[in-house]
C-alpha cells in the first residue's frame, strides 16, 4: 500500500490550564450529565448523553487506532492501551531505511494522542473524556517522525489492520488519508477486507476544503457490496460545515459529518486534566468511531455493516433534504441511533411476532389495573436491538368520571316519542333522539363553518329505535326492539326494573351489553296465578368498532358482538315480588367489553341474580338485588403473550329504602346504593420477554400472572325526592356520590334538581 499522510489538523492551537475539580455528582450516582462531559462539548453535539443513560461505554470493546501513538504518561489512557499494541515501524514490515531505531508507542507529533482522547479518554472527573471512555485501545503508530509533516506509512497501515482484525477489534479509526496515485483501489481492498472481517471503519473525508473527500476514502465508495466504513467530514459547533473539510460529494451515501473544529482534547506531555484545542477531520473521525464503538457495547450481535446503517440512517439531516453532495447523510446523531429503528416488535415463547404500535388493550370498568402494574419487556427493533418498553404502559384503564349530567340530561338533544296502536294486539313504539353536537365539540362546529352556515350532517347525530310488542292475551307478549341497548328494553318489558335512580347501576341487569346498536327480543308468560316467566334474546354488533384504536399489530380493532340469552321466573303478590334470572353472555372480540389486540378474543359468562321488592308496611318499601357471574375468556392479543386467563368471577348489587307519601300522596324519598359490575377474582398468566442475550440474542421468558379484580369496591350511593303534584308543579332532587374503588379517580357528587309544570 502506499504511504498514506496524515489528514493533520492536530497540532495544538491553545494550551488551556486544567478545569477546577467539578463538584460531588449528585444523587443518582450514575449521572452523565457531568462537568468533564460538558467540557467536551462535541459530545453534547452528537448527542452521546442518551446513549450512556441506556449504560453505553464502549466497555468491551477493541477500537485500533493507526496513528501517530499515544501519549504513555498521561493517566487518561492508564490500564486501557491493549497489550498487542505495537509500534509498526518496524523491521519486516516497513523498508529497512525507514525502520525506527527505538521502537516506542509514545506520541511524538501530537496527532495520536489527542484523536484517542475523542474516542477514550478516561471518564475520571477531570479534564474531558471520550465518546466512549471505557473502550480498549489497540494503539498501532505507523508515523514516520524523520520528517515536519508526518506521514502514516502505508505497510503500517496495511499491518495494523491485520493484526486489528487478528485481535478481534470492532472499531479501526483511520483520522488518515491521500490522495496519491493508486490510493482509492487500495483502500477499497482495506476497507473490503475491514468489512469481511466484521470491522466498523471510520476514515477522514480530508482536510484540503475539496468538493470530494481524499481518494483513500473514496475507496470506501468501491467495496461491493454492503459498505462497513463511513467517511467523516467536520462540522464547526453550530453544523456549518468547516472550511477546510472535504465536501461529501462523490462518498455522499457513506459520509457523515461530526465536530471538527477547536475540540477540547488531553494535551500531550500535560498535566492531568490539561486540555488543549484540536481540529481537522482527523477530529471528526474519532467521535463517529467512539459512536461505533457505544453501539457496539450496547449489541455486540450487531454486524459492522449493521452498525454503520444504523449511524447513516438515524443522523440528522443537514443542508439539502436527504442525501446532498455537502453533508452526505447528515450529522452524526448517537441519540438516534440508540434508539429504536423500524418500529419495534414483540416475541412470544411460541415464536410469535407482533409490531407493537400503539395500546394492545382497552379495558371496560369491570377491570382492575393488574395489567398495568406489569413493567418491563423486552422488544425488538428491525435490527434485533432489545429495548425495554413498558407493558403496562400499553393497557388503558377505562375512564371513570362522575355522573354525566349532561349526557343524560342534556339541553342539546332533542327527544321524539310516538307509541301507536298497530291493530288490537300490537304496539309501536318509536324514539327519536337528535343530538346536536356543536354545542359540546367546538372544533366540530369550526370545521363545519368551512363547509357552510347549514352543515346540519356535520354536527347533528340523529339516532332512530323501534319497539314492537305483540299481546297474545292472558298476559302473553313478545316484544322486538332495534335501536334500544338491550337494558333499555329490559326497563321497557319487566316492569320491576323502572326505577326512580338515576344511577346507572341500580337495579339494572349489568351482564347486558351497552350497545345501540342490537336486536332485542323478550317474551313473558304466566305460570299460574302468581308466577311468570320471560326469555330474553339479544344480538349486538359492531359494538364499539371504531373506539379501541390500533392493536398491536397495527390493525384495526375487530368488531365486537355480543350474543346474550336470558331466562327469568318471577313471584309476585301483593307485598312481595321475587325474581330468579340465568343468563349467558357470549361475546367475540371482546370480553366483558374489554378489548384486546388480536382476532381470537371471546368470552363466554353464565350468570345468575336474585332480587325483591318487599312492602313490610304500607308506604314502605325494600329492595335488593344481587348478580353474580362467572367467565370463561381467551385472547392471542398482545402478540399470543397471555397464556390463559383464570376464571374470572363477578358481581353486581343494589340495595334502596323507599318511602311513598311521606309528605303527600303524590310524594317519594328514596335512599340507596349499588355496586355497578366488576371482577373480583380471576387473573391472567402471561409469558413474557424479560431478558436478552447480547451475544446469541436469545430471548429470555418469565411468567407473570396479573390479577383482573378490580381493586377496593365501586359504589354509587343516592339520595333523591321526589314531588309530583306540588304548588309549582314537579319536583325531582336526586344527590348522587360515587366512589372508584383503587383506580386514581376522585369520589364524584352530584346535585340535581328538576322542576317542571303544564298548563
Not at 54 to 66: E, F, P, Q, R, T
Not at 592 to 618: H, K
Not at 656 to 671: I, N, P
Amino acid at each position: 500500500m502506499l504511504s498514506a499522510c496524515s489528514t493533520g489538523g492536530g497540532a495544538p492551537m491553545t494550551s488551556l490550564p486544567p478545569p477546577p475539580p467539578p463538584p460531588p455528582p449528585p444523587l443518582p450516582p450514575q449521572n452523565f450529565d457531568t462537568a468533564e462531559f460538558r467540557n467536551q462539548p462535541g459530545l453534547e453535539q452528537i448527542n452521546a448523553l442518551a446513549a450512556y443513560n441506556l449504560g453505553a461505554s464502549g466497555a468491551g470493546v477493541i477500537v485500533a487506532i493507526i496513528d501517530s501513538g499515544i501519549d504513555l504518561n498521561n493517566p487518561e489512557f492508564q490500564n486501557r492501551i491493549h497489550p498487542q499494541s505495537a509500534d509498526l515501524v518496524i523491521a519486516g514490515v516497513v523498508p529497512a531505511a525507514d525502520v525506527r531505531a527505538i521502537p516506542t508507542l509514545q506520541d511524538e507529533d501530537d496527532h495520536g494522542t489527542p484523536v484517542t482522547s475523542i474516542i477514550g479518554a478516561e471518564r475520571d472527573d477531570i479534564g474531558v473524556h471520550g465518546v466512549a471512555p471505557e473502550v480498549q485501545l489497540l494503539i498501532f503508530r505507523g508515523d514516520d517522525d524523520s520528517v515536519a509533516d508526518p506521514i502514516i506509512f502505508g505497510q503500517a497501515i496495511d499491518e495494523g489492520v491485520t493484526r486489528a482484525a487478528a485481535i478481534g477489534a470492532g472499531v479501526l479509526n483511520l483520522s488518515l488519508g491521500t490522495d496519491e496515485a493508486g490510493a482509492r483501489p487500495e483502500f477499497a481492498a482495506l476497507f473490503t477486507f475491514t468489512r469481511d472481517n466484521d470491522i466498523v471503519s471510520v476514515t477522514a473525508a480530508g482536510n484540503d476544503g475539496n468538493a470530494d473527500p481524499d481518494g483513500s476514502a473514496l475507496g470506501a465508495v468501491d467495496v461491493v457490496g454492503a459498505s462497513a466504513t463511513i467517511i467523516a467530514g467536520a462540522v464547526r459547533a453550530d453544523n456549518t460545515l468547516a472550511g477546510f473539510s472535504n465536501k461529501a460529494g462523490l462518498g455522499a451515501d457513506i459520509y457523515l459529518v461530526a465536530p471538527g473544529t477547536l475540540i477540547p482534547t488531553v494535551r500531550l506531555g500535560g498535566a492531568p486534566g490539561e486540555t488543549q484545542l484540536f481540529s481537522g477531520t482527523s477530529a471528526s473521525t474519532p467521535h463517529i468511531s467512539g459512536a461505533a464503538a457505544l453501539m457496539r457495547h450496547l449489541w455486540p450481535a450487531l454486524t459492522a455493516s449493521e452498525v454503520v446503517e444504523i449511524l447513516l440512517d438515524t443522523a440528522t439531516d443537514l443542508g439539502a433534504p436527504g442525501t446532498d453532495p455537502i453533508f452526505g447523510r447528515g450529522l452524526l446523531n448517537v441519540g438516534a441511533a440508540v434508539a429504536p429503528v423500524g418500529g419495534v416488535t414483540v416475541t412470544s415463547v411460541t415464536s410469535s411476532v407482533a409490531e407493537v404500535t400503539g395500546a394492545t388493550a382497552q379495558l371496560s370498568p369491570v377491570f382492575g389495573g393488574g395489567l398495568t402494574a406489569i413493567d418491563d419487556i423486552v422488544v425488538l427493533d428491525k435490527y434485533n436491538r432489545d429495548f425495554r418498553a413498558s407493558f403496562g404502559a400499553t393497557v388503558r384503564l377505562a375512564e371513570l368520571s362522575g355522573f354525566n349530567v349532561e349526557q343524560v340530561f342534556s339541553p342539546f338533544d332533542t327527544h321524539a316519542y310516538a307509541s301507536q296502536r298497530v291493530n288490537e294486539h300490537m304496539t309501536m313504539r318509536m324514539r327519536l333522539t337528535s343530538r346536536d353536537h356543536s354545542y359540546t365539540d367546538v372544533g366540530l362546529n369550526q370545521a363545519a363553518a368551512f363547509d357552510g352556515a347549514f352543515a346540519r350532517n356535520e354536527v347533528i347525530e340523529d339516532t332512530f329505535a323501534l319497539a314492537l310488542t305483540n299481546d297474545f292475551g292472558a298476559g302473553r307478549t313478545v316484544m322486538v326492539a332495534q335501536g334500544f341497548t338491550a337494558e333499555a328494553a329490559d326497563r321497557m318489558s319487566i316492569p320491576t326494573r323502572r326505577t326512580l335512580f338515576l344511577a346507572g347501576s341500580a337495579f339494572t341487569d349489568g351482564y347486558l351489553p351497552d350497545a345501540k346498536a342490537a336486536v332485542t327480543t323478550i317474551m313473558k308468560t304466566p305460570l299460574s296465578k302468581h308466577t311468570a316467566a320471560d326469555f330474553l334474546l339479544s344480538y349486538a354488533y359492531d359494538y364499539y368498532a371504531d373506539t379501541f384504536g390500533l392493536t398491536l399489530d397495527g390493525a384495526a380493532a375487530p368488531a365486537r358482538n355480543a350474543a346474550t340469552i336470558r331466562a327469568g321466573l318471577s313471584y309476585n303478590t301483593r307485598n312481595l315480588h321475587m325474581r330468579l334470572e340465568q343468563g349467558l353472555r357470549r361475546e367475540q372480540g371482546a370480553i366483558l367489553d374489554a378489548r384486546f389486540s388480536g382476532d381470537n378474543t371471546s368470552s363466554s359468562t353464565i350468570y345468575g341474580a336474585v332480587e325483591a321488592d318487599w312492602a313490610p308496611a304500607p308506604g314502605w318499601r325494600l329492595k335488593g338485588r344481587y348478580a353474580a357471574g362467572y367467565t370463561m375468556a381467551e385472547t392471542d392479543g398482545f402478540g399470543a403473550l397471555i397464556d390463559d386467563f383464570s376464571n374470572l368471577t363477578t358481581t353486581q348489587f343494589s340495595i334502596a329504602l323507599v318511602r311513598e307519601g311521606l309528605v303527600s300522596a303524590s310524594d317519594s324519598l328514596w335512599l340507596g346504593v349499588s355496586q355497578p359490575l366488576q371482577i373480583e377474582t380471576g387473573s391472567a398468566r402471561l409469558t413474557l420477554p424479560t431478558g436478552f442475550n447480547k451475544q446469541t440474542e436469545a430471548l429470555s421468558f418469565e411468567t407473570v400472572s396479573a390479577p383482573l379484580a378490580f381493586a377496593g369496591r365501586r359504589l354509587d350511593f343516592e339520595v333523591g325526592y321526589r314531588l309530583q303534584n306540588g304548588p309549582l308543579g314537579a319536583l325531582d332532587i336526586n344527590i348522587i356520590h360515587q366512589a372508584f374503588g383503587a383506580y386514581e379517580t376522585p369520589a364524584a357528587i352530584t346535585l340535581i334538581v328538576r322542576s317542571g309544570f303544564g298548563f
